[in-house]
């Protein structure tokens, strides 16, 4: 009959086999601890007690070392004894000559928490351990995830900046014909009282002509300055064609305010605008359409309504606005 060999094993050789393993004495002290373990719990562990240092989930029925021996082989369940709460499974073997115990450790499916609880890394585990395997998967997938979340907000960003290109006047950075269209709609599902303000610049295209084009991108951008200038914060001004500028007041419809409020950007752009040493001189013709004028109100129709009291400026000799009013229509139908 072959006897049994018995195998000594060095200190050194069980902390790189088994960090987190503990040899335990007939008195359930721990005689050696894994470099791992030793980290844990941040002390020195020899000495001390393993029913000190663990609470015994399963089995449950354990005392003394008389018990652990009665168990053999065998695999338990435990609790640190730490405060944290972190659980652990065991591997426990009674060693030949039966007066020591080894107890190989995992942190078993708590290994990831257990892992940024107590700042361990890779070189903490034995290197056939399927916990480092875990641990580069789950690193893995935490650097996709935050590269994916990364993705995302950049998409976000760039969609959003895409969409105020979209709605933005290049030149002037006023908001452009496609906002303009938006912000009327929602008015008038909202059933907002509102007024429209349609202005278009007299004598522009003789800037053009004397000037070259270089000074007609830079009238209408003071145009575009004058006009906020002109308005509260809550108003929409937008840039709807080449010399054309439209104003969405909201909760405006104040015959005497509107007027006002034209009068004074009319005399604004009066002023003559330098470009290069030269003076650029222009003016504006307006025409207003009140929303409180219309049962129901339209898009089509109140801008249709806006530009034609805009053109009844232009008649009456530019520079000067005009209110629409309901029978404007009638006028122009007869005629």
Known sequence: MIAEPSIPIEPHTLDQM????????????????GPTIVKVFGTDLVGRSVFSLFELRRPRVVRSMDDVRAMGDTKVYLRLKDGSGTTMVGAVAVLPGNNQVLMNLSF?????EAVARYKLAGSDF??????????????????????????????????????????????????????????????????????????????????????????????????????????????????????????????????TVLENIAKRIIARLERPMVFEGQGCRISASIGIARSNDYDPVTAEQMTADADLALYMSKDKGRACMTLYRPEFRVTVQRA
């Not at 088994?18 to 601890?33: E, G, K, T, Y």
Request: aromatic share 6%; charged share 25%.
């Open 126 to 255: 034995a290197p056939t351990d399927l916990t480092v395997e875990m641990l580069y998967l789950v690193e893995a997938k935490t650097a996709a995830m935050e590269a994916t979340t990364q993705l995302a907000h950049r998409l976000h960003n760039e969609k959003a900046e895409a969409q105020v290109e979209a709605m933005t006047d290049g030149l002037t950075g006023l908001q452009n014909r496609r906002a303009f269209d938006a912000n009327l709609n929602r008015h008038i599902a909202k059933g907002a009282q509102f007024s429209l303000m349609h202005i278009d610049l007299d004598f522009f295209k003789a800037v053009n002509d004397t000037l070259g084009h270089a000074a007609g991108d830079a009238v209408l951008r003071e145009v575009a300055r004058v006009l906020t200038d002109q308005t509260r914060e809550t108003d929409m001004v937008a840039r709807v064609g080449g010399d054309e500028f439209v104003i969405l007041f909201g909760r405006l419809t104040d015959e």
């Open 108 to 112: 078993g499916y708590s290994v990831v």
């Open 18 to 33: 088994m960090p987190m393993h503990l040899l335990l004495d007939n008195a359930a002290r721990v005689s050696h601890a």
